[in-house]
């Protein structure tokens, strides 16, 4: 069972805006950044969002990110089909320990 | 452009130790602004820490691993290394190296970290 609550799946139509939630608590959200990684079939995470909201080089401004309390969501807008793909939250906790998501599969239907 | 290569046994035996090498190419391990970890992922489910080190060796692991688990360095090398006792089933996973990146604005004001560059990963079966 993953610290970070996540739906475990999500879908959507090209061209439309998928939010995912990730909730967490007081130890974790609550007090520390949040980053999301986008995970393509039998490949390494990539980072997509990193400090709640920032976007590494490179990744398109389709992906954005907002925390509020001990909640964070990532937004996708004009959803493509290279979107599908798993989606993971992570944030330090205080208890000095990384933690992720079990993470929310995007299916482009 | 910084890459990490992790290598090692895809197959260990219950009860033995395992053990992954990763290597840094492209950048120096030494660099102050990076902490250096190991995430695993078992088969079909999601990610897990399990610890990270500083180049000065400096080290903090996954309290449920902690007993098992070592994270070394060796600077001359640009290499990092996992070493994963008394393995079970359970420790069956892809395991993937990455590199923690500290984020500052430009006042000097910490603003968050995360793991921003990721090794191909690597499969360890736990099986006789």
């Known amino acids: 069972q993953s610290v970070l609550t996540q739906p475990p799946s999500a879908s959507g139509t090209p061209g439309q805006r998928v939010t995912i939630s990730c909730s967490g608590s007081?130890?974790?959200?609550?007090?520390?950044?949040v980053n999301w990684y986008q995970q393509l079939p039998g490949t390494a995470p990539k980072l997509l969002i990193y400090s709640n909201n920032q976007r590494p080089s490179g990744v398109p401004d389709r992906f954005s990110g907002s925390k509020s309390g001990t909640s964070a969501s990532l937004a996708i807008s004009g959803l493509q089909s290279e979107d599908e793909a798993d989606y993971y939250c992570?944030?330090?906790?205080?208890?000095?320990?990384?933690?992720f998501g079990g993470g929310t599969k995007l299916t482009v239907l | 452009q910084l890459q990490l290569q992790e290598s090692g046994p895809g197959l260990v035996k219950p009860s033995e130790t395992l053990s992954l090498t990763c290597t840094v190419s492209g950048g120096s391990i030494s660099s102050s602004s990076y902490y250096w970890g190991w995430i695993r992922q078992p088969p079909g489910k999601g990610l897990e820490w399990i610890g990270s080190?500083?180049?000065?060796?400096?080290?903090y692991y996954n309290p449920s691993l902690k007993s098992r688990v070592t994270i070394s360095v060796d600077t001359s090398k640009n290499q990092f290394s996992l070493k994963l006792s008394s393995v079970t089933a359970a420790d069956t996973a892809v395991y993937y190296c990455a590199r923690r990146h500290n984020y500052y604005d430009s006042s000097g004001y910490y603003y968050g970290c995360a793991f921003d560059i990721w090794g191909q990963g690597t499969m360890v079966t736990v099986s006789s």
């Open positions: 007081s130890s974790n959200i609550g007090s520390n950044t």
């Open positions: 992570a944030a330090w906790d205080d208890s000095l320990i990384w933690v």
């Open positions: 080190i500083y180049y000065s060796g400096s080290t």
